[in-house]
């Protein structure tokens, strides 16, 4: 099946600093979504994102669809203790057959220290 | 409260011993999807279905069955569970038609099987 490449694995950051990550994949979409798991929790949507080139933000939380279509980037602005948690990257596969196939990433999990 | 239960939250079992995980939605969404999520491999489907009596394998289908007799509900079995097959598992939904991709998860069930 597609894959989607989540990077860094982990970060352990101070309260404030910024925060950035990112997934690729070698194949194109048309929808980019990222998802939070807090800890003991299901997962949560953030944001979607549906158009290449798009930059859409939710608070402190801003995503991007990559020009290419086979990348999206999700960056946080000065973190805070309940940011901690698990970052998804998500992806559906294309109509046809696969139609109602999502495929995640393998997840960023991010430690904040007060 | 709009949400999507399932049913044990823990569970500890003995291999080829059948078992069954319940999924139950509140919101009346045609689609609905099971995921195991393991360390280091983020979230796989396993099957969803995008209405009563219709549904599909996902990327790891393998020792599972799934049944939508209802729209509310979905169960996942485990015919004969195996070690291999210890995991944590999240159902999810999301209303038709569109944007299936945007959902809403469980809490998770965490099973050991030994």
């Known amino acids: 099946g597609q894959q989607l490449n989540q990077s860094p694995q982990s970060m352990f950051i101070q309260e404030g600093e910024d925060v950035s990550m990112n997934c690729t994949s070698s194949?194109?979409?048309?929808?980019w979504l990222w998802y939070k798991q807090d800890p003991g929790e299901g997962p949560v949507l953030l944001i979607a994102?549906?158009?290449?080139?798009e930059l859409t933000s939710n608070g402190r939380l801003t995503a991007q669809f990559g020009i290419t279509r086979k990348d999206s980037f999700l960056n946080i602005s000065a973190s805070i203790p309940s940011d901690v948690g698990i970052y998804f990257c998500?992806?559906?596969?294309?109509?046809?057959?696969?139609?109602?196939?999502?495929?995640f990433g393998q997840g960023t999990i991010l430690t904040v220290h007060p | 409260e709009a949400q999507v239960t399932q049913n044990p939250r823990y569970l500890i079992t003995v291999t080829g011993k059948k078992l069954t995980v319940t999924c139950s939605q509140n919101?009346?969404?045609?689609?609905m999807s099971w995921y195991r999520q393991d360390p280091g491999l983020g979230l796989r489907q396993i099957y969803y279905?995008?209405?009563?009596?219709?549904?599909d394998k996902g990327d790891v289908p393998e020792g599972y069955k799934v049944s939508r007799k209802e729209k509310r509900n979905f169960p996942l079995i485990l015919e004969s569970p195996s070690p291999n097959q210890t995991s944590l598992y999240f159902c999810?939904?999301?209303?038709?038609?569109?944007?299936?991709?945007?959902?809403?998860f469980g809490p998770g069930t965490r099973l050991t099987v030994t």
């Open positions: 994102l549906y158009k290449a080139g």
């Open positions: 919101m009346n969404h045609e689609y």
């Open positions: 999810a939904s999301s209303s038709l038609p569109g944007n299936y991709y945007e959902q809403y």
């Open positions: 998500a992806a559906p596969n294309a109509g046809g057959t696969s139609y109602g196939k999502l495929t």
């Open positions: 194949s194109i979409f048309n929808t």
């Open positions: 279905s995008m209405n009563v009596e219709v549904t």
